[in-house]
């Protein structure tokens, strides 16, 4: 596997656990059902413990986690899109119409976070060495992209994903899809 599409992947991943927890933030604040701001807390509490772990497995690897990357601004673009459309809608005045506008924005930056999280397990097979371990080392929670509201126990390495889809396409530095 070649060392940018790591880089390019990681990168993106820790972008979109930023932007979880920016739109996890979003969602509770459209929250109408008690039971759904629990979960969303729960969820954001484990995207920002992604997040540090992603930080780590940069650093880990000497990449600079600051680095804005092509691919990166777009991951921040959507995720920023995401928290405005829950902004608008809260701001109309319809919670339940909010509430699942905010559903729907969780769901997409669920499935980006795990479409992420297989990928890098893909990669690890295909890589050894610092690069292997690093792309193995998922935290020990993940959210539940089934909308249960319950941290799921991961082991490192191992992704709960359960697609069958085998890609190793990744927005790439330059912004095109490799």
């Not at 990357?69 to 119409?97: C, E, F, N, Y």
């Not at 992209?145 to 330059?174: F, L, M």
């Amino acid at each position: 596997m070649k060392r940018k599409h790591i880089k390019d992947l990681l990168y993106q991943s820790l972008e979109t656990e930023r932007a979880a927890a920016a739109i996890y933030a979003a969602a509770i604040r459209c929250a109408d059902s008690n039971d759904l701001k629990k979960e969303w807390k729960t969820n954001l509490s484990s995207a920002k413990d992604n997040k540090r772990a992603l930080r780590k497995v940069l650093e880990k690897l000497d990449l600079d986690p600051g680095k804005k990357t092509p691919a990166r601004r777009i991951i921040a673009h959507l995720g920023d899109s995401l928290v405005t459309t829950m902004d608008m809608a809260r701001k109309a005045g319809d919670k339940k119409a909010a509430q699942g506008v905010a559903s729907e924005c969780v769901v997409f930056i669920e499935s980006k976070h795990e479409f992420n999280w297989a990928l890098m397990a893909e990669m690890a097979s295909d890589t050894d060495g610092d690069e292997a371990e690093a792309l193995e080392s998922r935290p020990t929670t993940e959210v539940d992209p089934g909308g249960a509201g319950k941290p799921k126990s991961a082991k490192p390495g191992k992704t709960k994903t359960k697609t069958k889809r085998r890609s190793s396409n990744v927005i790439a530095g330059d912004g095109s899809i490799k």
